[in-house]
């Protein structure tokens, strides 16, 4: 059974820093692309940041292009989004998530998201 | 990027009636399209990929259409799981986008 467990949101001032981290379990993690989606509250989903397997390759919304970075350890099957310069619009769940079979595909499994406030 | 716009926003159904959502591209998407579902404070989860084929279980009763830039998802005889938010995404180009969302609720 596929898992993804979110972990590492919080409360952060603005200008701040925060890292996520999503564990992964039930499959191959190294054969497959990996992205973030968040979802402001109250409001719709908008895709983040995506990376291949390997970690090769990476892909950002312009809206944080620059201040947040994806990468993977795929040693410790762990997916991972450090974010810098926060901004109060970052407010949101972060959910990780593996799109089916590329980088660019709908996303199959879920986790369950890991709330992010940015404010003073 | 490609804009998705879904309508309704919201959609009012008695349980066991038929629901129609329609979600418009900005451009053509070809089949790269998705639709999702959502339940308050859950993740989303896969409905619909390629346009119309169903995710590992997914009941009958959803049925997505359309291709290019015109997309719909069909709940027939909705159940009372059923009532949700819906969204639909495009995985055509990037950035992957999502419509706004519909809700589908009790009438």
């Known amino acids: 059974e596929v898992q993804l467990v979110e972990s590492g949101g919080g409360l952060v001032q603005p200008g701040g820093s925060l890292r996520l981290s999503c564990a992964a379990s039930?499959?191959?993690?190294?054969?497959?692309?990996m992205s973030w989606v968040r979802q402001a509250p109250g409001k719709g989903l908008e895709w983040v940041s995506s990376i291949s397997g390997s970690g090769g390759a990476t892909y950002y919304a312009d809206s944080v292009k620059g201040r947040f970075t994806i990468s993977r350890d795929n040693s410790k099957n762990t997916l991972y989004l450090q974010m810098n310069s926060l901004r109060a619009d970052d407010t949101a769940v972060y959910y990780c998530?593996?799109?089916?079979?590329?980088?660019?595909?709908?996303?199959?499994?879920w986790g369950q998201g890991t709330l992010v406030t940015v404010s003073s | 990027e490609i804009v998705m716009t879904q309508s309704p926003a919201t959609l009012s159904v008695s349980p066991g009636e038929r629901a129609t959502l329609s979600c418009r591209a900005s451009q053509s998407v070809s089949s790269n399209f998705a639709w999702y579902q959502q339940k308050p404070g859950q993740a989303p989860s896969l409905l619909i990929y390629?346009?119309?084929t169903r995710a590992t279980g997914i009941p009958a009763r959803f049925s997505g259409s359309g291709s290019g830039t015109e997309f719909t998802l069909t709940i027939s005889c909705l159940q009372s799981e059923d009532f949700a938010v819906y969204y639909c995404?495009?995985?055509?180009?990037?950035?992957?986008?999502f419509g706004g969302g519909a809700k589908v609720e009790i009438k």
């Open positions: 390629g346009a119309s």
């Open positions: 998530a593996t799109p089916q079979g590329r980088l660019l595909a709908a996303f199959e499994y």
């Open positions: 039930g499959f191959t993690f190294s054969s497959y692309a």
């Open positions: 995404q495009q995985y055509d180009y990037w950035p992957p986008t």
